[in-house]
């Protein structure tokens, strides 16, 4: 890993620990939050997963559209760092843990 794709990497831990911890207090059902990226081809590679107790609470969340608020929550928080994404939908998936 290169010197810049470790500092680009140290920004998005930090930015997703925040969300993190803001999901854990905020959205029934949420777990974690992981993501991969390829740094070759950053921001666009970047893809985020959120992880969640079960099915029944990703249908939940996008029932109540709080899945919404959960992308742009993570959309903002990076771009607070300068990390901008190319398509929030495409690149935040909603999982169920496991």
């Given amino acids: 890993m290169r010197k810049t794709d470790k500092k680009i990497d140290n920004k998005l831990r ?3 620990t925040d969300v993190c911890d803001i999901a854990l207090e905020t959205i029934p059902g949420y777990q974690w939050i992981t993501h991969t990226v390829k740094y070759d ?3 666009a ?3 985020v997963s959120c992880g969640f107790a079960s099915a029944d609470a990703i249908e939940q969340l996008q029932l109540e559209q709080q899945d919404v608020v959960l992308k742009k929550l993570i959309f903002k ?5 300068d990390i901008n994404l190319k398509d929030v939908n495409k690149q935040v998936k ?3 843990a496991k």
């Fill in 45 to 47: 590679s970047l893809q």
């Fill in 41 to 43: 081809a950053f921001p």
């Fill in 77 to 81: 928080k990076l771009a607070a760092v």
């Fill in 14 to 16: 930090g930015v997703l």
């Fill in 94 to 96: 909603l999982v169920v």
